[in-house]
């Protein structure tokens, strides 16, 4: 207690001065419009900037929680997109559409390798399995190889050994999509047609002749074409961006079993 009446006495010409000065606004506050304004327009220049910093960090706590919800409403909406393009197929526009997402996030990512794989935060626990298909927030990243309880492996669409069913959108015409091992935002589209008439900016999508993708996941644009006389050769730019990965959304067809069963 000493002290404090020590720190009092010690400033008292300090605090005699803030009292005045309090007690001058107030009177100039209540008996003047103009300087009612003034501090009015005071208090908010003070208010703004002692509050801005504690927005900012509060907003910092927030950013997972934040990107959680963005997640699920992406979630939603591509669970939408892809039962529109599954029922306008089908006469029945009720049917409920055989695929399930399953959302995850990428933790390790290799792009300099000729066979590059994705690991991902979503396991067997997760109901994840081998051979389902993987899509980013715009196109297509690759197909689920093998799975641990908690994580999973994914071949990377820039993955030499694999090749996924795609189509020219516009023609609706059929073909095999793989990586030649070079720049990694450009793959190759071969085995259409050259009947079909085919331009510069065209759009790739999956095809949906195989249980790993549904039909019209984004792929990416048509960027140089050529043609050995029977069937084109086209170099697709992708839609995403394999260098910078974060969320995915794993696939699952639940009619895979029995589609595989009658191949055999």
């Known amino acids: 207690m000493q002290w404090i009446l020590g720190f009092i006495l010690r400033y008292k ?33 003070v208010t703004g900037k002692t509050s801005e910093p504690i927005k900012k960090l509060n907003s910092y706590f927030k950013l997972k929680k934040i990107n959680t919800q963005l997640v699920e409403e992406n979630l939603y909406l591509k669970s939408l997109v892809i039962d529109k393009s599954y029922n306008s197929k089908l006469e029945d526009k009720n049917n409920d559409s055989p695929f399930r997402l399953i ?37 297509v990243v690759g ?11 994914v071949l990377s669409i820039l993955h030499k050994d694999i ?8 023609s609706n015409s059929f073909g095999s999509l793989f990586w030649e091992g070079n720049s990694p935002d450009k793959v190759t589209l071969t085995d259409i047609s050259i009947i079909n008439k085919i331009d510069i900016g065209d759009t790739i999508v999956t095809g949906g002749m ?6 019209g996941i984004p792929v990416g ?15 697709v730019e992708l839609i995403n ?24």
């Open 210 to 215: 195989s249980t790993y993708f549904p039909e």
């Open 13 to 45: 010409n300090l605090f005699l001065y803030l009292f005045f000065v309090a007690v001058t606004l107030f009177f100039s506050y209540y008996q003047s419009e103009y300087h009612k304004s003034k501090l009015f327009k005071a208090s908010i220049f």
């Open 143 to 153: 197909i689920v190889n093998q799975t641990t309880e908690k994580f999973s492996s």
């Open 221 to 235: 644009k048509v960027i140089e074409i050529e043609s050995d006389g029977i069937y084109y050769s086209l170099m």
């Open 163 to 170: 090749k996924i069913n795609a189509k020219h959108k516009k």
């Open 103 to 139: 959302p995850g996030y990428v933790i390790k990512n290799d792009i300099s390798s000729s066979r590059n794989i994705i690991v991902i935060n979503k396991g067997s626990s997760d109901m994840v399995k081998k051979e389902m298909g993987v899509i980013g927030s715009k196109g």
């Open 241 to 264: 961006n394999m260098t910078n990965l974060d969320n995915v959304y794993i696939i699952e067809n639940i009619n895979k079993s029995e589609i595989n069963s009658l191949y055999k």
